[in-house]
């Protein structure tokens, strides 16, 4: 039997059909992704096509990892030799070979999102904005969504012509623009972006491109957005042999500029192509398929798929509603410990899945109380941590100093005593020569009036000179631990704030990760080891070979399957988010409904919905109806018992406690608010009983991310013991609020630390605030 053979009559047709273009569309776990694994192995093993005229682009690294590993398994030799990655990745490839034929240095570092913040916030000070009104974030979108749609900053000024905003996000765009060049650095979209430029500019590397990569698969189509599309198109217009795979159901990058129409215009651009539309899921139960189905129907003007599986029956869908979140998640933790002890469940074929990141820690918590082993995907990215990103610097400075941004973040870590002035100083010296920072610190001896920071700047790049030498006969882990220890970076930690140890123990990760890379890659230079770490998404920090339950946000769980799904905080106001239930299109609930079906649709064998009746959110209380698309799932479908019956005394004094420390770092009482006043809660917290904190000896206790106890801890130890202020307003007086808008106070509570304020907002309905967090202003 070959392996073809288990392919179904279509699923065998796109995998047939290499050549000409092919567009699949198909529901969530119908088999898209396997076509594209057969379709490689078939044109290397039946075609004869070389591996490297192969080019498959996935959505993110793990996608790309699964994919090879799957590549690997079908095809006896060569596989390596294709080009499985992201657009990201493939794109770094080229630009570091021909970017120098558009102006950069091949050298060029990439910006991530701090990275940015940071050149932005300079930015608005040199347009002499006024930081508390414009937001680099506000315009770092607008850029972002330019950079999308292929829009260049002097297309974006004759657009902004006679609108004040608009030009001012050109101004804004220009200066960001310039920066980045100055400091020969790319940010995330200037990496599609300046690939297209290549290839409209110079057609000799496009023609090399284009007789290189002879096939080309793009999976999770639906969200490619404009840039991305423009840049296959220029690869595939030659042999046009693009097939590419998606589920406009599944399209849940809108606000990235993913762009739906890609789907319909593929059509237009490749009028020959054919279309095959599967129909068969084979990932899930029918119970699972037909919630999915239910909530799905609801969106208008799409188009109507049949999705059947031959899974007939399995256990219905469960939902579960609670009193607070603290609950909710207790009841997770618990479920999942109780499935790993009692029925043998691996920990991995399980996941949370969440709206948003925030919601990350309560699980957290409750996963380390419960002993349950797991890791968060996203929000707490590795790399985004300080005491990563300081090294990162470092590395990055001695590898080219050209990186401004990284310059000064180190500049005074360990604390060197150079104040801002003496930074502005070298920084205007270098603005005028057209220069980088550290080559201003080079030079420190012609910078003038200095005094004794001179000697402080020249020290530096004596170390930084050090560094450099050592580079040549170390390995990047070695070098790093160098560099800790020639800058004291342990003691900086541990005086930095509680955290240290758990800082230090990333850092150790980092070594560790170092050490990793130079197993598998033969060449490992550092510059290759920083590209890879700028490159990694959040979600490539699953190491799959861990056995751990996974929790991430519903985006980052696009194209994955578990036997196991929980999909938490089913609130409206939540998810669907607040902003798309208030907005007056339809366009982002339905953008959020979407984004529920991904998230149903992972599940293979068993789904359980959960929300809760309160949640504070930055401290203010907010009582959320069950989810619309819970309610869109007929109750026949669903099967909702109690969720109380089983607490145990345990669990409640766990709870109490953790209620307890949210009262402390929230105001006195935050578990009575957050318990509300619908005398629902079939028990209170009587007496504050704190068990110790520690991990349950008979289970394993790992925690990887921002969960370690000393963090947890630092939850509490973190918060402000406030005394309440003076309030601006009182009851009866009109306030606003940022999120909320409008509304009148109706009262106000004093409280040991803070004042509780209960607001009846003109769109938003009543809400109850601390004082200290809703910073409401008197209208
Ligand atoms: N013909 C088949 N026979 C058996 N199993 C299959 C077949 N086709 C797909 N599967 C299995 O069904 C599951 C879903 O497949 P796959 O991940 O390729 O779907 P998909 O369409 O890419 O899903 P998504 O839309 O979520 O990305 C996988 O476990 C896959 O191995
Ligand atoms: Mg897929």
Known sequence: MSIYDTLNKEQKEAVLRTDGPVLLLAGAGSGKTRVLTHRIAYLIDEMGVKPWNILAITFTNKAAGEMRDRVDRLVGFGADQVWVSTFHSSCVRILRRYIDRIGYDNGFTIYDADDQKTVMKA?????????????????????????????????????????YNRSLQARAYREYQETLRANNALDFDDIIVKTV??????????DSYQERFQYIMVDEYQDTNTAQFELVRLLAEKYRNLCVVGDDDQSIYKFRGANIRNILDFEKYFPEAAVIRLEQNYRSTQAILDAANAVIRNNTGRKEKTLWTGRMGGEKVRFRQFDSAYEEAEYIAEEIARKAVKKGMEYRDCAVLFRTNAQARLLEERMIMEGVPYNV???????????????????????????????????????????????????????????????????????????????????????????REARSRMTVAELIQLIIEQIGYEAYLQDYDDDGEDRIANVDELITKAVNYAKTHEEAT???????????????????????????????????????????????GLFPGYMAVNSDSIEDLEEERRLAYVGITRAKDELILTSARTRMIRGETQYNPVSRFVREIPPELLESGSAFGRKTADSRAASAFTDRRRDVSQ???????????????????????????????????????????????????GAVYKAPEALTYSV?????????????????????????VTVNFDKAGQKIMYASFAKLKRL
């Not at 070979?545 to 946000?553: A, H, I």
């Not at 917290?685 to 110790?692: L, N, W």
């Not at 409008?742 to 803070?754: A, L, P, Q, S």
């Open 123 to 163: 930015v608005i000070r040199r347009l002499n904005l006024d930081p508390k009104i414009y937001k680099e974030r506000n315009f770092l979108s607008a850029v972002s969504s330019a950079k999308d749609e292929l829009i260049s900053v002097s297309e974006f000024e004759r657009r902004a012509a006679g609108d």
């Open 197 to 206: 430029e290549l290839f409209r500019n110079c057609p000799e590397v496009l």
């Open 377 to 467: 995907v996203g929000g707490t990215n590795f790399y985004s941590r300080l005491e990563i990103k300081d090294i990162l610097a470092y590395l990055k400075t001695v590898d080219s100093g050209r990186d401004d941004v990284a310059v000064r973040r180190i500049i005074n870590v360990p604390r060197r005593g150079i104040g801002n002035a003496t930074l502005e100083k070298a920084e205007e010296f270098a603005r005028l020569r057209g220069i980088g920072l550290y080559s201003a610190f080079e030079r420190v001896d012609e910078i003038e009036g200095l005094g004794r920071a001179a000697a402080k700047i020249r020290s530096f790049v004596e170390l930084i000179r050090k560094f």
């Open 526 to 572: 550092l510059q290759e080891f920083l590209e890879e770490v700028a490159l990694v998404a959040d979600i490539d920090n699953v190491n799959d070979n861990d056995n751990r339950v996974l929790l991430m946000t519903l985006h980052s769980a696009k194209g994955l399957e578990f036997p196991c799904v929980y999909l938490a905080g089913l609130e409206d």
């Open 667 to 717: 105001g006195d009482s935050g578990a009575r608010a957050a318990r509300g006043s619908d005398g629902v809660a079939d028990y209170r917290p009587k007496a504050i009983v704190r068990p110790k904190v520690t991990p349950r000896a008979d289970k394993p206790f790992i925690a990887k991310g921002i969960g370690s106890l000393n963090q947890l801890a630092g939850i509490s130890r």
């Open 732 to 756: 009866g007086d009109r306030v606003s609020h940022m999120k909320y808008g409008e509304g009148k106070v109706i009262k106000i509570d004093r409280e040991e630390r803070d004042y509780k």
